[in-house]
């Protein structure tokens, strides 16, 4: 199964991924075919007309499609993230209906950060609040992956004295969806903002764990989203690793390959041990998921943390290690150096889970 | 999950989330003390709750009964395990 599916994604993207980051979009069709087989939120039920993958095999699938087109990947991230949600908050009816539609070839954003609230999520205003037999949003969500391609967008909010999830089709009325111009990195996932205003929908559409805290809610939907980033970065180191040792195996200066100067090789141990070292925090994360071991959450930011500082850095190494050859818009590269750096100010800035894990680490201190 | 687990009592299962609580919290709970009213357990840590119980007793904790209410005492834990094992997810 998991071969089947990356060798979907490989022939899928081809050679595209750059022309897609420097158009800054990925042809809706290309999109709903994968979705339709799956292979967008990979682990999701069998029930629901999902593949039912592990999560390890799903990072796997993950890492792969990262190492292509991270675009592509920020897609799949919040396509699992939004099944995820559904399948953790909704009732039965909801998750059938819904992961349904996910597995079929619909595309889903999940909408948490607010132009008031990035990092301190729990500070968001969106106000979700029932009226009869309908719910009613307002609020607006600023740099929200996947909107701009989005058929339904899974928006967090307050309601009453906690907060709540809501189904949103993006078709409906009130709902108002601008890209954002160029973004740094992953420029081709669809980031938009999202004003919501007065809209009105059946409360079926509510999630059925409303009530309960803001910041629980996030940090069960943040827990997959956070360990799909990583594996993300993990594709982006070797990605770039790919493409370092290949350059400085091939081009030659002062009468030598650049592997041969040490200074060069140094580039490459680094990237070498980044890449390993973060592949082997996912998989500690991914073992913790898989095994429902409570230390998935710590272990989630973990890999999120070390992935993506080791992707920026990563992929500056290749960088530097390329030089002019990887200098151009569009190249494996150059996508990377940027989207890594994006990568270590989302789902959790550097600085956020320095904190969550500094919080761990204190309070498992004997 | 073993078979012992499916029968364990009411008891049993208050003395194994208690010894987790324990482990984490460096405190010794009784079974109808609010476990977040006291400031010692955060909400996020209401998230490695969820996922122990489980993992431990072999239940999914999804839809509405994934409430706060549902873990804010080892009372509550046990009557939810108790109740999901019953055959109705009550999802």
């Known amino acids: 199964m998991l071969e089947t599916l990356t060798a979907l994604v490989t022939d899928t993207v081809a050679d595209a991924a750059g022309e897609w980051d420097v158009s800054g979009e990925i042809p809706i069709g290309v999109l709903r075919g994968l979705g339709s087989k799956g292979a967008l939120c990979a682990e999701a039920a069998p029930e629901f007309g999902g593949l039912g993958l592990s999560g390890m095999d799903n990072g796997q699938l993950t890492a792969h499609t990262g190492t292509l087109c991270s675009s592509l990947r920020s897609v799949m991230t919040s396509q699992g993230m939004a099944a995820w949600a559904v399948q953790r908050f909704g009732d039965h009816t909801q998750r059938a209906e819904y992961i349904g539609r996910l597995t079929g070839g619909d595309l889903a954003a999940v909408a948490f950060s607010e132009p008031g609230a990035g990092s301190d999520l729990a500070a968001m205003t969106t106000e979700i609040r029932r009226d009869g037999d309908e719910i009613v949003i307002d609020g607006t969500k600023t740099w929200i992956t996947v909107a701009a391609y989005a058929d339904w967008i899974v928006v967090f909010g307050r309601y009453d004295v906690g907060g709540a999830v809501a189904v949103v089709p993006a078709s409906a009325p009130g709902v108002r969806v601008t890209r954002v111009a160029a973004p740094l990195g992953c420029r081709a996932a669809g980031h938009a903002s999202v004003v919501l205003d007065d809209v009105r929908l059946p409360a079926k559409n509510l999630l059925a764990v409303a009530g309960q805290p803001v910041v629980m809610l996030t940090t069960i939907a943040l827990t997959y989203g956070r360990l799909s980033v990583a594996w993300g970065c993990v594709g982006i180191l070797r990605a770039c690793l790919t493409a370092a040792v290949r350059h400085a195996g091939s081009r030659e200066q002062f009468g030598k390959p650049l592997l041969r100067h040490q200074l060069v090789a140094r580039h490459l141990a680094e990237l070498y041990t980044a890449e390993r070292t973060a592949t082997f925090a996912c998989e500690e994360a991914g073992r913790s998921w898989d095994g429902g071991s409570p230390e998935q959450v710590q272990a989630a930011v973990l890999a999120k943390h070390v992935a993506a500082q080791n992707a920026a850095r990563g992929a500056a190494s290749a960088m530097q290690v390329l030089a002019s050859a990887g200098a151009t818009g569009g190249h494996v590269v150059e996508r990377a150096y940027r989207d890594a750096k994006l990568m270590e100010v989302i789902e959790g800035s550097n600085e956020i889970c320095q904190l969550i894990l500094a919080e761990h680490a204190a309070s498992t201190a004997n | ?91």
């Open chain 2, 1 to 91: 999950m073993t078979d012992s687990t499916i029968t364990s009592s009411v008891a049993d299962i208050e003395q194994r989330i208690g010894e987790f609580l324990k482990a984490k919290t460096k405190t010794t709970w009784e079974p109808e003390v609010d476990l977040f009213a006291s400031g010692t357990v955060s909400s996020l840590f209401a998230m490695e709750l969820v996922v122990f119980v489980e993992g431990t007793f072999g239940v999914t904790v999804e839809g509405a009964d994934l409430a706060l209410d549902n873990f804010r005492t080892l009372r509550s834990m046990s009557s939810l395990v108790t109740r999901l094992r019953g055959g109705d997810a009550g999802a």
